[in-house]
């Protein structure tokens, strides 16, 4: 069986923590290098990564382009406009085909049921590089960036303000799988997939939903937020105006520990979820999580091409 990750639970913690490793020591051993020189073990040299997109990206098509290519593969995009996708060719027939011309396929769609669609007929690693449902990716990125920033994960506060959106679910999904705690900002109609915050009580986390912003980020460790729309979703002026007590400000993050960090997967939307004193001031490592996308990837296509444990 290939190895799949549609969600962080594909990995279990053990892996997660293992991708976080080898992403820290494969950074500090590559330092001074041109971007897109090889690690010095290239160890997916010959390998190739075929990349879907059926949505709009920058950061996880930038950032898989240049993980293979550290890794020593290469990669190649098919977007749906352009590829016989686009014109109703199965997921199931282009899982077959792909896996009878690459190592492994990384896809970025809407509905959650169509990456699932095609691990079942993919004979190579399926990556999840964003769907309706999850973005574990993003995740394994923002645990990196808050670890290389000293913060211990077990036993850590991280706070939530805005969209029960696909972020927040894998956000959620870590917290169970890394023995962290999070406390969910999010005005009512928006909550989060209730299986997520189910599954991690159950591994031991504490997962609280409040409608109350700042005591959503009391305390906090860290404070995270994403766009209120996101891709797929109709601009709509009544979620904006729900949405808008959840706004991250510098008088919200007064609130959480000096020491709080504060993660946006970007792209973001100043003067919305954020306000541009947050997101560009001193608590943001917003630059360190987009690169850290590259690291990241990196972690997770070893661990799918059982080159990591
Ligand atoms: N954060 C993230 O996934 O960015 P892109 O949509 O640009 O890929
Ligand atoms: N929640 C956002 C994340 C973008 C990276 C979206 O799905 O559009």
Redesign the pocket.
Known sequence: MPRHFLNLSDAGGDAIAAMIADAIDRKAARIGKPRGAADADAPLAGHTLAMIFE?N?T??RVSFDMAIRQLGGTSLILDGATSQLGRGESIADTARVLSRMVDAIMIRTDDHAKIEEMTRHATVPVVNG?T?LS?PC?IVADLLTVVEHGLALPGSQWAWLG?G???LHSIIEAAGLLKFDVRVGVPEGYDPDPTFAEAARAAGANITLTRDAAEAVKGADVVVT??W?????AHAEEKLAAMMPYQVTPALMALAKPTAKFLH???AHRGEEVVADVIDGPQSLIWDEAENRIHAQKSVLLWALGRLD
Do not use: A
């Not at 729309?229 to 979703?233: D, E, F, T, V």
């Open positions: 949505k990206s950061r996880t964003l309706d973005h993003q969209d959106n696909n972020v994403d766009t729309i996101s891709m797929g979703q997967c970007l792209p």
